[in-house]
């Protein structure tokens, strides 16, 4: 190495932060299936929310990317698993997008943890924003399926949160 070289990351951190590109990666590609599903029920509204959740995703996976890019680490891509394919209702599929946004909190705070523990500060600041995304993706996961449950099985409840999401 040069004498130029920039203060080397931690290996413990760059490689947490790696994983978590795939975790990402991962959201993104159990949004676009979960768009895929509403979309050929006709839910065109809920397809909407979906498939741009996907591409919020894939905005975060490449945050990590380029963050260790800047710090002079490039990541090597993983395989990333199939999400599942067809779900049961609407309901259903914000359940389990909830429930997978709470997974992705615990690694998140994991990382942090983890950045904490090493003094890694620049990774601190940038997992900041993560930490913070985290609570709002919990919060709108959460309100969607509080608004699902009181639909019950009332179509016109359903189509007018379609309706609403659609515009999101
Ligand atoms: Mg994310």
Same mark, same amino acid.
């Given at each position: 190495?040069?004498?130029?070289?920039?203060?080397?990351?931690?290996?413990?951190?760059?490689?947490?932060?790696?994983?978590?590109?795939?975790?990402?990666?991962?959201?993104?590609?159990?949004?676009?299936?979960?768009?895929?599903?509403?979309?050929?029920?006709?839910?065109?509204?809920?397809?909407? /929310?979906?498939?741009?959740?996907?591409? *919020? $995703?894939?905005?975060? +996976?490449?945050?990590?990317? #380029?963050? %260790?890019?800047?710090? &002079?680490?490039?990541?090597?891509?993983?395989?990333?698993?199939?999400?599942?394919?067809?779900?049961?209702?609407?309901?259903?599929?914000?359940?389990?997008?909830?429930?997978?946004?709470?997974?992705?909190?615990?690694?998140?705070?994991?990382?942090?943890?983890?950045?904490?523990?090493?003094?890694?500060?620049?990774?601190?600041?940038?997992?900041? /924003?993560?930490?913070?995304?985290?609570? *709002? $993706?919990?919060?709108? +996961?959460?309100?969607?399926? #509080?608004? %699902?449950?009181?639909? &019950?099985?009332?179509?016109?409840?359903?189509?007018?949160?379609?309706?609403?999401?659609?515009?999101?």
């Amino acid at each position: 190495m040069s004498e130029s070289a920039q203060t080397p990351m931690k290996g413990a951190v760059r490689d947490a932060m790696g994983e978590q590109i795939k975790h990402e990666l991962y959201s993104a590609y159990l949004y676009l299936s979960m768009a895929g599903s509403f979309e050929v029920a006709n839910l065109t509204g809920f397809a909407h /929310w979906m498939r741009r959740q996907s591409r *919020e $995703e894939l905005e975060h +996976a490449i945050k990590f990317f #380029d963050f %260790l890019l800047d710090r &002079g680490e490039h990541a090597e891509l993983q395989a990333i698993e199939a999400p599942p394919y067809a779900f049961r209702s609407p309901l259903d599929t914000f359940e389990q997008a909830l429930e997978h946004e709470k997974e992705i909190t615990g690694r998140i705070n994991s990382l942090y943890e983890l950045a904490v523990r090493e003094g890694d500060l620049p990774a601190q600041v940038m997992l900041n /924003w993560f930490v913070t995304e985290q609570v *709002e $993706e919990e919060k709108s +996961a959460t309100e969607i399926v #509080d608004r %699902l449950r009181m639909a &019950g099985e009332d179509s016109a409840a359903l189509l007018l949160l379609d309706g609403e999401l659609g515009k999101r």
